[in-house]
């Protein structure tokens, strides 16, 4: 059995540890099987993959980002019919083509052909014309959709003829975590953890924190850990945030890191203030293997992760008052939320588990081999322009 498995990313974020993450349930579930993965380049993924795959083959991809968009569209548009079908002389040799993501153009292109052996696992929110370009795409590609979160698939609306699938990511977790002792005797320690970027929200965590008391402020740390990915004065901005708030001996900013583990056992909460919808939320998901309650902007696939007043709560994106408020009574009352850690942990162990992903996607999988073995339909499927638009 030969499995295919492309990934637009190189890193180690959350979408690389969600691929990574399918890659293993592949050979939980098939040991024999001969699983090649693509990659635009070398980086730190790579040291996630090398136990599961057979190959890992480096090679330019398609990748439709925000910032190059227009650029593919329309000055490298020329070179995408070659990337088309040297995606296409790939995909014709194997059983099952695993598609991370709807940002890779060519190789979703090209899935027209092998939608019947092609499952896209969608991640994204995308807005506006991104939006309109993507679902086009997987419009086209009428492979078997994937999505990590209800949001995600109400996002894409796609017609009801689409074979389609929620399937929440699974995250991997201690056994037993340590749970936080935090009871309102020293400093309550937040971390926020992601890219550093205009979507994640570390200004309004910032804003956040400098509304509080001086009293409040002063039984809180604060760490903000990640990089700007490409983007280097984003960074910048964000430290010189914190200069000029005042709040350099509350707030300390530290590069990402690819073993998060120590930094959710150092902290008490999460906070995700994130701006635009999260298609799901795998930080949140992380902190509750950790037994860490969040607190998280009610938007997107967050709201189905977290559960407001029992396992986190809930705050109104892009409002930092709110956050703001939200963050003085926890510190205020740390007895009216001491049982939410041990809550987080029950509901990640129920519905977002390395354990409860694996069986979902394998399923998904066996389903799609055994529709190879039926007959094909007699009528044509070929494309129309609502498909596209």
């Known amino acids: 059995m030969r499995i295919l498995c492309i990934h637009q990313g190189y890193q180690l974020y959350g ?48 990748v439709l980002r925000r910032r190059n968009l227009w650029r593919l569209l329309t000055i490298d548009l020329l070179g995408l019919p070659r990337a088309i079908v ?48 993507l679902r086009g795409l997987v419009c086209w590609s009428r ?60 200004e309004i965590l910032i804003e956040a924190i400098g509304r509080l008391s001086p009293q409040i402020r002063s039984r809180i740390s604060v760490r903000i850990v990640g990089d700007a990915f490409e983007d280097r004065s984003r960074e910048m901005m964000i430290r010189s945030l914190v200069r000029e708030a005042g709040l350099s001996d ?44 969040s607190i998280a902007s009610a938007i997107g696939g967050l709201v189905e992760v977290i559960e407001d007043g029992r396992s986190g709560w809930l705050v109104a994106p892009g409002r930092a008052d709110t956050l703001a408020s939200a963050i003085h009574k926890i510190v205020e009352d740390p007895g009216s939320w001491r049982e939410f850690g041990r809550q987080a942990r029950e509901r990640y162990e129920l519905l977002f588990s390395e354990r409860s992903a694996s069986l979902a996607m394998t399923a998904t999988v066996e389903a799609k081999l055994v529709s190879q073995t039926q007959p094909r339909p007699k009528a044509a499927d070929r494309p129309t322009l609502s498909d596209v638009v």
């Open 250 to 293: 509350i707030i300390r900013i530290d590069p990402f890191a690819a073993e998060p583990a120590s930094l959710y056992e150092w902290a008490d909460l999460v906070v995700i203030p994130s701006q635009k919808p999260e298609s799901l939320g795998r930080v949140a998901i992380e902190a509750m293997a950790f037994a860490r309650p």
């Open 143 to 202: 492979a078997q959709i994937i999505f990590n979160s209800r949001a995600t698939q109400a996002t894409f609306g796609l017609p009801n003829s689409f074979a389609s699938s929620v399937i929440y990511n699974g995250v991997s977790g201690p056994i037993a975590p340590k749970p936080s002792d935090y009871d309102g005797n020293r400093r309550l320690k937040l971390l926020m953890l992601g890219r550093i970027n205009r979507i994640k929200g570390q």
């Open 15 to 62: 979408s690389d540890r969600c691929f990574a993450e399918s890659v293993a349930a592949f050979r939980a579930a098939y040991p024999s099987a001969e699983i090649d993965v693509v990659l635009p380049k070398a980086g730190p993924i790579v040291g996630l993959l090398k136990a599961n795959a057979s190959r890992i083959i480096f090679r330019p991809i398609w």
């Open 86 to 133: 040297r995606s296409a002389l790939q995909m014709r040799r194997s059983d099952l083509v695993y598609i991370n993501t709807c940002v890779v153009a060519d190789y979703i292109l090209a899935a027209r052909f092998f939608k019947r052996s092609t499952l896209l696992h969608i991640h994204e929110i995308p807005e506006g014309v991104t939006l309109w370009i």
